[in-house]
């Protein structure tokens, strides 16, 4: 038995490898070929693995490694957040969903009532597994459209067990009303329980298992925590999927969690790639060859239907057509939790043979060519946006949009109003420097109205509304959005329509560096190498290397690109003196330059106790330190000054040392 399951692993991992690395020379996604490679191997295919059922039990840790590590992104006042996306958008897409598949399917096929609406419950759900995996690497969940692809993906994983006891009352077997009621009250129990735990147990746990200090543990510990609460999820009638993201969301809450995302994910992408594998083995190609066209009008029509409501349902909340396109599309498919239902209703009587395998058909083609539709969908939807009722929609938006007037003049144009944006937008109104702020988001333009914020609503890949905002007049344009291709054109826009403006860009990739500067952006600052920067600053100083030192290290590393800190090694340099910090006083260090005014005079003329208010305690000059230095100490080029004084002094010392004589 073993030596089977062996084979068949080694067997999965050899022909998956090789096809990925095919298609990764085609620039193709992982995904589309875990999904080939399981076709080719499965028992439909060269029938090399004969029972898909030997890897079942590893594809469903996969998904529950995928969901956790997504829940562990995602911390629960920001899950909170999230409540109009889950319960507003998901709750209006599964049930228009399922009304208008049974409508439709009644007119069109000569099946019973309970039975279309059955359809509905199968077409209404997506792959939360493919999407959220894409969205992740894409680096788009954070986006708009990601966050309304993950509200409605999480209410729809909400759904599974409500539509699996529905499915039993459709077929009329006995005792169901009251299984479906006691699912939902345990799953308020659970939701509950969940969210206590997160909040006493877990921090407290973790805690005293970093304090042993083992690796091992702690990895042991944040798995156990994971597919405990998954069991106990699945136990009370909830999905696996959804108690590991709950599981994730717990372990969010601690300050472990980027630890746990990194000591997981090795796990997670092997297991989750065998998920996928899995499902790549149902596709039958003898019946898909067999009724070639009843597939394709039935792949076509789920992918239409879906896509068409969920583009009305995000359309008329947010008024937005790009944002509306690219959820619909992101969420088009069919996904795997349908394929739970489709066996239930198969063992139920509500699916006959040939209907069972004509959906999980074309569920699978649907779930294969989702990462091309997502990789593809900006292209799609410039297309898109050309056809005739489409065009309607972006009038409507344009003409909400229209009430934007701009009047002002070297001022700063903010696109985002994240938690960048609305720093930005504190200081500059601190500093008395006129912004505007562009917003997609329509409840935070409304709510920052009310408290006198100039902010617009619109899309800022539009250059009429940049025009609106008086880009042509603006000194400045800071772009802070998640989104990065909605980034790339709004940069080629703003430097088309004003090419002296300077243009400063937010991004979470350093990749994205050298192409937004091409595209014309002044400024990219890579969240990532600024935390990096941040770090080696405050070590720097804590070893006594002059300010002005650091300063000129950073600005060096932000004109080269960050290039320094993407090499895996540099040289080993003198960090500059250690020094010993008084108690109650701050201390600073300066380095003297070649063409420094400070050079040639005496500590007395530079009467810095006056001047900068603070006391300098010694000069560093080559190796040797002259401890309380006399006021006639002349002060030559690369001498280092130390001095004291509190936080404000030494800012104060700082600008004072670098001022022009």
């Known amino acids: 038995m073993i030596y089977e399951f062996l084979k068949a692993i080694l067997i999965i991992f050899g022909v998956s490898g090789l096809i990925i690395y095919i298609l990764g020379k085609l620039k193709i996604p992982p995904i589309v070929g875990f999904l080939i490679a399981g076709t080719i191997i499965g028992p439909y295919g060269m029938a090399l693995i004969s029972d898909p059922h030997k890897v079942e039990l590893i594809a469903e840790i996969g998904v529950i490694l995928l969901m956790f590590t997504i829940g562990v992104e995602f911390s629960i006042p920001r899950l909170m957040s999230l409540k109009k996306e889950v319960f507003l958008f998901g709750g209006l897409q599964v049930i228009i969903t399922i009304i208008v598949i049974a409508l439709l399917s009644k007119f069109a096929l000569s099946v ?51 539509l699996m006891l529905f499915t039993h009352l459709l077929s009329g077997q006995e ?250 937008a504190r200081v500059l109104k601190e500093s008395n420097i006129p912004y505007v702020v562009l917003e997609l988001n329509p409840d935070t333009v409304r709510k920052m109205k009310r408290k006198g914020e100039p902010i617009y609503y619109g899309d800022g890949t539009s250059s009429e509304i940049l025009h609106k905002l008086g880009l042509h007049r603006a000194k400045v344009l800071v772009i802070a959005i998640s989104d990065p291709m909605a980034t790339r054109k709004i940069v080629q826009l703003a430097k088309a329509g004003n090419p002296k403006i300077h243009i400063i860009v937010r991004t979470r990739f350093v990749s994205e560096i050298e192409e937004l500067k091409k595209l014309g952006a002044n400024e990219v600052i890579p969240e990532e190498f600024e935390t990096s920067l941040e770090i080696f600053a405050r070590v720097l100083h804590h070893f006594g290397t002059p300010r002005n030192k650091i300063l000129q290290m950073i600005e060096q590393i932000r004109e080269e690109g960050y290039e320094i800190l993407r090499m895996p090694e540099t040289a080993k340099t003198r960090a500059g003196i250690e020094c010993v910090i008084f108690e109650g006083l701050e201390m600073d260090s300066f380095s003297i330059e070649k063409d420094s005014w400070l050079i040639g005079h005496s500590l007395k003329s530079l009467d810095l106790r006056h001047k900068a208010k603070v006391t300098v305690i010694a000069v560093q000059r080559g190796e040797e330190t002259i401890l309380n230095p006399s006021a006639d100490f002349i002060l030559k080029e690369g001498d280092i000054i130390i001095y004291v004084g509190n936080k404000k002094q030494l800012v104060d010392a700082l600008n004072f040392f670098q001022k022009k004589d």
């Not at 788009?140 to 966050?147: A, D, H, S, V």
């Open 112 to 162: 019973s009532f309970n039975t279309t609406i059955f359809y509905g419950f199968i077409v209404a759900l997506s792959s939360t597994a493919i999407v959220m995996k894409l969205l992740t690497d894409r680096g788009e969940l954070n986006t708009p459209y990601g966050k309304i692809c993950l509200g409605i993906l999480l209410f729809q994983d909400l759904c599974v067990v409500p």
């Open 175 to 424: 005792s169901s009303y009251y299984n479906f009621f006691t699912v939902i009250v345990k799953a308020f129990l659970i939701l509950s329980v969940v969210f206590i735990f997160s909040r006493i147990a877990v921090p407290y746990l973790l805690h005293e298992v970093v304090k042993i200090r083992s690796r091992e543990l702690f990895i042991i510990t944040i798995i156990s925590i994971c597919i405990g609460i998954a069991f106990f999820t699945s136990k009370l009638g909830l999905s696996l999927a959804l108690g590991a993201f709950l599981a994730g969301v717990v372990i969010s809450e601690s300050e472990y969690s980027a630890q746990a995302v990194a000591d997981i994910l090795p796990f997670k992408e092997t297991f989750s790639g065998i998920f996928f594998i899995s499902v790549g083995m149902l596709l039958n190609l003898d019946y898909i060859k067999n009724h070639l066209t009843e597939e394709a009008a039935i792949v076509g029509n789920i992918l239409l239907l879906k896509t068409l409501i969920i583009i009305l349902i995000v359309y008329f909340f947010t008024h937005s057509l790009k944002i509306s396109l690219r959820s619909a599309l992101a969420l088009s498919q069919i996904g795997e939790f349908s394929f739970v239902l489709a066996f239930a209703g198969k063992s139920t009587g509500l699916l006959d043979e040939n209907a069972y395998q004509s959906f999980i058909s074309a569920s699978v083609i649907t779930m294969l060519i989702t990462p091309l539709i997502i990789n593809n969908s900006p292209s799609v939807i410039e297309n898109l946006i050309k056809i005739k009722p489409f065009k309607t929609l972006e009038r409507a938006r344009k003409i909400k949009e229209s009430n934007i007037i701009v009047k002002k003049s070297n001022h700063v144009i903010i696109v985002g109003f994240g938690l960048n944006g609305r720093n930005l």
